[in-house]
């Protein structure tokens, strides 16, 4: 059973914007704090951006004033948007759900790949 499916990868150029999309199912998004995660080929997963289900977001220095995450509550789905990418973005990008505080839940990934 999958609880989270990420979407939106893919591949572009430097500069460019991709916008990812994590949705989770209804019984645990509303109990939920949200995270985006990467982790690229030699690297440890690192945390991206979180968001809590009140709204409260933190972020990365390295994607700071670049990325922003978001909820749609509505929906069931959390949002990565990433402008003015970079490579050294490039990574699989993983959705987390940490639900109560106490059990996580995991995408598969997605891969986002930035050229020069």
Same mark, same amino acid.
């Given at each position: 059973?999958?609880? %989270?499916?990420?979407?939106? /990868?893919?591949?572009?150029?430097?500069? /460019?914007? %991709?916008? %990812?999309?994590?949705?989770?199912?209804?019984?645990?998004?509303? &109990?939920?704090?949200?995270?985006?995660?990467?982790?690229?080929?030699?690297?440890?997963?690192?945390?991206?951006?979180?968001?809590?289900? @009140? /709204? &409260? @977001?933190? #972020?990365?220095? $390295?994607?700071?004033?670049? +990325?922003?995450?978001? &909820?749609?509550?509505?929906?069931?789905?959390?949002?990565?948007?990433?402008?003015? %990418?970079?490579?050294?973005?490039?990574?699989? #990008? +993983?959705?987390?759900?940490?639900?109560?505080?106490? &059990?996580?839940?995991?995408?598969?990934?997605?891969?986002? @790949?930035? $050229?020069?």
């Amino acid at each position: 059973q999958e609880h %989270l499916v990420e979407s939106g /990868g893919g591949l572009v150029q430097a500069g /460019g914007s %991709l916008r %990812l999309s994590c949705a989770a199912s209804g019984s645990i998004f509303s &109990r939920s704090a949200m995270g985006w995660y990467r982790q690229a080929p030699g690297n440890q997963r690192e945390l991206v951006a979180r968001i809590t289900n @009140t /709204g &409260r @977001t933190n #972020y990365a220095d $390295s994607v700071k004033g670049r +990325f922003t995450i978001s &909820r749609d509550n509505a929906n069931n789905t959390a949002y990565l948007q990433m402008n003015s %990418l970079k490579p050294e973005d490039t990574a699989v #990008y +993983f959705c987390k759900a940490r639900w109560l505080g106490i &059990r996580d839940y995991w995408g598969q990934g997605t891969q986002v @790949t930035v $050229s020069s």
